[in-house]
């Protein structure tokens, strides 16, 4: 099994631009998870999905943040436009909730907003 | 805000040393899961101790969970180099939803 797959792993733009992060999970785990990790805020969850539905975007900061899972095999996360706060580590992670919610993590997207 | 608040912030020890943190959270749980980071790396999991048990082994770990003081610990018996990470517990907050709630984590340097 190739684990959580995410892209890019690095990602340097300038502030206004959009950024999409992309992930695919494990085959089978149907609930997915998005993080960022800051040295200041640790790690924060932006939203999960179970089964492909949104089903918390509490953490989402901002409406210039949105994500989507239109399959149970990808989803990505937006940021439109982006701001230099937005530097983070953003973690893609899969779970299969019958398994005690075990997460999976991606190796994660390091975003760099100039 | 985080549930789990570790403890220590950081930890230094000589390899060959034991390692404990701590872990403590607010609400009830169903299960309570630590994970590691290495540098640059995504979380991986360890170990996961449900409510109703008081300690788990998996090789050189041993968790404790005390639910009547909302706490765990960890602790890495006979450390070595390639220990060095950051630890995290992560609780579920009873729901079964999926969601975790992780805290700031412990980092670890274990010298050689």
């Known amino acids: 099994d190739a684990g959580v797959i995410q892209s890019p792993r690095h990602e340097v733009t300038e502030m206004g631009q959009e950024v999409t992060l992309r992930c695919k999970p494990i085959?089978?785990?149907?609930?997915l998870f998005w993080y960022r990790q800051t040295m200041m805020r640790g790690l924060e969850l932006l939203i999960y999905?179970?089964?492909?539905?949104?089903?918390?975007d509490s953490g989402m900061p901002e409406d210039r943040f949105s994500a989507k899972m239109p399959n149970a095999s990808f989803s990505t996360l937006k940021i439109q436009p982006s701001e230099p706060r937005d530097s983070a580590v953003y973690f893609c992670a899969s779970s299969y909730r019958v398994n005690y919610n075990e997460q999976f993590f991606g190796p994660g997207t390091r975003l760099t907003v100039l | 805000s985080q549930q789990g608040e570790e403890d220590p912030q950081a930890l230094s020890i000589q390899e060959g040393e034991n390692a404990t943190m701590n872990c403590s959270y607010k609400?009830?749980?169903?299960?309570l899961q630590w994970y590691r980071q290495n540098s640059g790396r995504g979380l991986v999991h360890l170990i996961l101790?449900?409510?109703?048990?008081r300690e788990k082994h998996s090789g050189r770990l041993r968790v404790t969970l005390d639910t009547s003081k909302k706490s765990s610990s960890l602790l890495i018996t006979a450390s070595r180099a390639a220990d060095t990470a950051s630890y995290f517990c992560a609780t579920d907050g009873s729901s079964n939803t999926g969601k975790l709630i992780f805290g700031q984590g412990t980092t670890l340097q274990v010298k050689p």
């Open positions: 101790i449900r409510s109703n048990e």
């Open positions: 085959s089978g785990h149907n609930s």
């Open positions: 999905f179970n089964n492909n539905v949104p089903i918390d």
């Open positions: 609400t009830s749980i169903n299960n």
